[in-house]
């Protein structure tokens, strides 16, 4: 009776202290980037990579691939990989648009999209968790049937509408945007005085203040809720402790299969979700493959965020930032990028070597920062060809720094049949 309700209660919430210091560190992040990037800016005169419509399309970018971050979250914290995200993006995308067009309102293709990701995952579980095939190949399955079905019902549906075709759909009714009143002018007006670190701070606020859509806002409540519910409540650690010890829960008395579905389903219905912001609010319009890979980079996000909910948003923004840059500026912009990357990694060799005592990894830090100001210093802007690919390199390298630091749930993809605890 004790065991079981040692695993059935709540995890007890770490001290305030505790809580205020990494509040306290990560504001402290945020300045010292800002103060970079205002660097940058002065430098190089860069103005748009602090200007507010990069900030306001940063996280207009970053929505789909954090919420398909959050999606490979719930299920990774089950125990159960996720790579089909992308095809559950995928069927988010195409019945976001059916059910905003059927029904006449964006609200319902929201939902619509939700329910086509959670489809999704549902076969995913069912293929996983009940007949125990590995998760990866699944996945794959899963992306190549989400493809194929939106193909498919794009035909059949689609290309009878007027506007649509057998790759798009007609345009979609939009969701309303928000701002906080009074300051947008103010903002604006610092903004244009290029003053450093003011207008960057300008510039930022500016961005994530006006003209924010309200699915946007839904989106980042999610943030927040994930993190209550698998950490701050019962059900979550039931949930976490299925992709940690299954056998330990089982012998406790939690039904493992029934996490793991339920897991799998909300991750299903997180990816649908993003799929559905991307045709209903980011385009107006459903077409093909125009999720762009972004669940694989939300995959990329999650690690990144080592697992947590603040971390997975930290990395969708850093993802969500670099696509807008090559979007709106291109060359111009990315290679002032290049400065704030040098000055960062020359932090982090700072930061390992006197903090952490580790002098090669400060090293190797130390060359790649010398070697990208190098970069900087010797070129004017960066090639067309490069900068459509600066998200994905963003991606390469984040993960290879973030690498040591890692740890993913301790029977996260590893096979589990009921009973194992007999």
Request: with cysteine; glycine share 14%; charged share 10%.
């Amino acid at each position: 009776m004790t065991a079981v309700s040692e695993v059935t209660a709540a995890p007890p919430a770490p001290p305030s202290r505790r809580l205020a210091f990494g509040w306290r560190a990560a504001l402290l992040g945020v300045l010292a980037l800002l103060v970079m990037m205002s660097v940058a800016r002065v430098v190089t005169g860069a103005n748009d990579i602090t200007s507010a419509g990069t900030i306001g399309a940063a996280l207009g970018l970053a929505v789909p691939i954090g919420l398909a971050a959050l999606g490979g979250l719930w299920s990774e914290r089950a125990g159960v990989v996720n790579i089909g995200l992308e095809g559950m993006m995928i069927l988010g995308t195409w019945c976001g648009a059916w059910g905003a067009l059927t029904f006449g309102t964006p609200w319902a293709g929201v939902v619509a999209g939700a329910l086509g990701g959670a489809l999704g995952g549902l076969l995913h579980a069912v293929v996983t968790v009940t007949f125990g095939v590995d998760h990866i190949i699944s996945g794959v399955a899963i992306n190549i049937l989400g493809l194929g079905v939106t193909q498919y019902l794009s035909k059949l549906v689609f290309s009878n509408m007027s506007g649509g075709g057998e790759t798009q759909s007609p345009r979609i009714p939009s969701i309303d945007t928000v701002g906080i009143p009074g300051i947008g002018d103010g903002l604006r007006s610092l903004e244009t005085t290029h003053t450093f670190l003011i207008a960057d701070l300008a510039g930022v606020l500016r961005g994530i203040t006006q003209n924010v859509s309200l699915f946007t806002l839904v989106a980042i409540l999610l943030v927040p809720l994930s993190f209550y519910v698998l950490w701050r409540t019962s059900f979550g650690l039931r949930l976490r402790a299925c992709g940690e010890r299954p056998v330990a829960a089982e012998s406790l008395g939690v039904n493992v299969y029934y996490y793991k579905y339920l897991a799998v389903l909300i991750s299903g219905a997180f990816a649908g979700l993003g799929g559905a912001f991307l045709s209903i609010v980011a385009a107006g319009i459903y077409r093909e493959g125009q999720t762009g890979g972004r669940g694989f980079i939300g995959l990329a996000a999650m690690i990144f965020g080592n697992w947590r909910p603040g971390g997975l948003a930290g990395g969708a923004l850093l993802f969500g930032y670099t696509d807008a840059l090559q979007l709106r500026q291109g060359g111009t912009s990315v290679h002032a990028l290049l400065l704030v990357v040098a000055m960062l990694l020359a932090a982090f060799a700072v930061f390992q070597l006197v903090k952490q005592g580790r002098a090669r990894a400060a090293l190797i830090s130390g060359v790649f920062a010398v070697a990208v100001f190098a970069v900087f210093m010797v070129t004017d802007t960066v090639a067309e060809q490069f900068t459509s690919f600066t998200p994905h390199l963003t991606t390469l390298l984040v993960l290879s720094l973030a690498s040591q630091r890692l740890r993913m749930p301790a029977a996260d993809g590893l096979p589990y049949r009921k009973g194992q605890a007999k």
